[in-house]
């Protein structure tokens, strides 16, 4: 296993369209995370996962932000009528339960620039 | 609420020299704190975690001590190299079912030689 991965590291999109981004965790991770990174800032939480269920969700999540888990493996996170504040690094990460003994693992990204 | 606050960068040192990055929190519970590093163009590698009152986190002679009487998990090391260069990010998770981590804001450090 190595690590956990993120497809694709970088996406230009014009505003208006609508973009997808997959993350595949660590296989024997049951929490996904996805968070939000923008320029000269710390990681903002999204939305996590546990196995197939979608636990929580931030109020950065708007209506046009939207994440799933099929079958607890690979998770996509879906921005329609993206807007140039979309741009950021979009960034996953999977633990096992209790993630606070462990730690988080973090995929390399996905950079997002709407232009 | 949760929340992190770290001393603004940039930081630049020259090599060998010793290096302090402060960190204070707050939190609801008994939190986890954590450092985490950014190199550039990648995502963010665990650097060393404390989950306990007096806990000592190293790692690659990067140490942090949790101290739960002054709310701080400051990041040292005694003697940086270029490769040290690179953004960190202090963090917590807090409490009994917390599901995120918080982070701070980073501080960029960079080491000349």
């Known amino acids: 296993d190595t690590g956990v991965s993120q497809d694709p590291r970088h996406k230009i999109t014009k505003r208006g369209q609508n973009v997808t981004f997959r993350c595949d965790p660590i296989?024997?991770?049951?929490?996904l995370y996805w968070y939000r990174q923008t320029l000269g800032q710390g990681p903002e939480f999204l939305t996590y996962?546990?196995?197939?269920?979608?636990?929580?969700k931030s109020r950065l999540l708007s209506d046009r932000f939207s994440a799933e888990r099929p079958k607890g493996s690979f998770s996509t996170l879906e921005i329609q009528r993206t807007e140039q504040g979309d741009s950021a690094m979009y960034l996953c990460?999977?633990?096992?339960?209790?993630?606070?003994?462990?730690?988080?693992?973090f995929g390399s990204g996905t950079r997002l620039t709407v232009v | 609420g949760n929340s992190v606050t770290q001393m603004e960068g940039p930081v630049t040192l020259s090599e060998e020299a010793f290096l302090t990055i402060n960190c204070t929190y707050t939190?609801?519970?008994?939190?986890?704190l954590f450092w985490y590093v950014q190199y550039p163009g990648e995502g963010l590698q665990l650097l060393l975690k404390?989950?306990?009152?007096?806990d000592k986190g190293s790692n690659k002679g990067f140490e942090a001590t949790y101290r739960k009487e002054t709310t701080s998990f400051h990041l040292e090391k005694g003697s940086v190299q270029v490769s040290d260069s690179a953004v960190y990010f202090c963090?917590?998770?807090?409490?009994?079912?917390?599901?995120?981590?918080?982070f701070g804001t980073g501080t960029r450090l960079t080491v000349i030689p």
């Open positions: 939190a609801t519970g008994y939190p986890s």
């Open positions: 296989s024997e991770h049951n929490r």
């Open positions: 404390a989950t306990k009152a007096d």
């Open positions: 963090a917590l998770v807090s409490g009994t079912g917390a599901n995120n981590l918080f």
């Open positions: 990460a999977s633990s096992t339960i209790p993630g606070t003994a462990y730690g988080y693992t």
């Open positions: 996962f546990q196995n197939e269920a979608q636990l929580e």
